[in-house]
Nanobody, 123 residues
Framework: VQLQASGGGLVHPGGSLDLSCRASGSNLDYYAYAWFRQAPGKEREWLSCINSASSTHYTNSVKGRFTISRDDAKNTVYLQLNGLKSEDTGVYYC??????????????????WGQGTLVTVSS
């Protein structure tokens, strides 16, 4: 599987962005997908995941503001970012894991990563 993330940009605090992660390869419906973020000078952090049954999970800092979804017909996973804060600034990465039916927060290793898309939240 190969992933390509897009949709980043500059947004004011309180604004919104929609990120996309387009997958290519075989049996994509069976994969679980996750979004990560790496803020400047910080470790990469897990944000959210969605498994093959569309069960979703979020880290506390984005719960209620971010929404992950998937459209298997388009081989695309989305992350809708609302209520953005300056601390949401960073490079956002999508990742895929072939064990799609799993409880996805427990997935530690990923088969593929997207190239990252930069989100900057600033006034």
């Amino acid at each position: 599987v190969q992933l390509q993330a897009s949709g980043g940009g500059l947004v004011h605090p309180g604004g919104s962005l929609d990120l996309s992660c387009r997958a290519s390869g075989s049996n994509l419906d069976y994969y679980a997908y996750a979004w990560f973020r790496q803020a400047p000078g910080k470790e990469r952090e897990w944000l959210s995941c969605i498994n093959s049954a569309s069960s979703t999970h979020y880290t506390n800092s984005v719960k209620g503001r971010f929404t992950i979804s998937r459209d298997d017909a388009k081989n695309t996973v989305y992350l809708q970012l609302n209520g953005l804060k300056s601390e949401d600034t960073g490079v956002y990465y999508c990742a895929a894991n072939r064990h799609g039916g799993s409880y996805c927060p427990a997935l530690l290793d990923f088969d593929a990563w997207g190239q990252g898309t930069l989100v900057t939240v600033s006034s």
